[in-house]
């Protein structure tokens, strides 16, 4: 469980579990070369359990590269990546990634608890207890009464759900997310702000979210990385200060959001 700071409350846990949390994830000295291209330079950082960091920074700067690292599919060629205190060496069966193309994750001869079920499948789920969670996974996204619908019968926003709750299957500690939202319209994108905070909170899931919608950095995370390019480092890693939950109007009116998105839209103008 998770605690935020609640100004509302003065019996709420101000001092949060925030510097009590465990470090799920550990960079030290990360640094990537492609052939002669160095990509990503000395990324030191600590990711706690439960915590939604962000990722921002200008096209090219290295955000997805970082992302796969973290999600063991590429070895760093200097430094160390530890997950749960020990070297990492392989993708981790209980991190999970969803991707901006929905419609390539996603298989099109299966509906939608069809696709809930590969995951299911793939983690040795026990037939008997399938039907339920497919139910329970898609109630959690709110497509229940989509369930026999075909991805090519959903809207997008419809799609990335599916693909979340897929990914929930796998009952993940950890969902890297790859600008899940890019393609999707402004409300839609919203709504699914706000369903993967409350999915998040209360899963206690770490997230590790890549966006280049600086609002949407602020808005979701507890910290934002800003990525400097040529090569990728770490600008500033920046703490938010927002109270949870947050609301898609007032959050977005609050002093400190403004100040933020000004620190970052500063930050990303320079890179024009
Ligand atoms: N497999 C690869 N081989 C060679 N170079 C690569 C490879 N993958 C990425 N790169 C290069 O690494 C750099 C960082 O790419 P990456 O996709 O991580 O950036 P990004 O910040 O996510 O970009 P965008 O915001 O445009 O999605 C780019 O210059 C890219 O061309």
Redesign the pocket.
């Known amino acids: 469980m998770l605690h935020y700071l609640d100004r509302t409350n003065p019996h709420a846990p101000v001092a949060s579990a925030k510097a009590n949390r465990k470090s799920l994830i550990s960079l030290k000295g990360v640094g990537l070369t492609?052939?002669s291209?160095e990509?990503l330079r000395d990324i030191d950082v600590e990711i706690c359990e439960g915590e939604f960091v962000c990722v921002i920074?200008?096209?090219?700067?290295?955000?997805?590269?970082?992302l796969r690292i973290l999600a063991g599919l590429i070895r760093a060629s200097r430094g160390t990546v530890s997950y749960r205190g020990k070297v990492q060496t392989q993708p981790a069966s209980d991190i999970a990634i969803v991707f901006q193309d929905y419609a390539n994750a996603l298989l099109p001869w299966r509906t939608a608890a069809a696709n809930v079920s590969l995951a299911l499948e793939a983690a040795g789920t026990p037939r008997a207890e399938r039907k339920d969670r497919i139910a329970d996974l898609l109630d959690k996204v709110g497509l229940s009464k989509h369930a026999d619908k075909y991805p090519s019968e959903m809207s997008g926003g419809m799609q990335q759900r599916l693909q979340i709750a897929r990914c929930l299957a796998q009952n993940p500690s950890v969902i890297l997310m790859d600008?899940p939202f890019g393609a999707l319209d402004a409300m839609t994108r919203q709504k699914l702000q706000d369903e993967i905070l409350s999915i998040v909170s209360d899963s206690n899931v770490t997230a590790f979210f890549?966006t280049?919608d600086l609002e949407e950095a602020i808005y979701l995370g507890d910290r934002v990385i800003a990525?400097e390019p040529n090569p990728?480092r770490i600008a500033e890693l920046i703490d938010v200060p927002l109270t949870r939950p947050r609301n898609q109007l007032t959050t977005r009116e609050e002093p400190e959001f403004l100040a933020l998105r000004r620190k970052l839209f500063d930050f990303v103008l320079r890179y024009e």
């Open positions: 492609f052939g291209h990509v920074g200008p096209s090219g700067c290295g955000k997805t590269t970082l600008e890549v280049h990525l990728g």
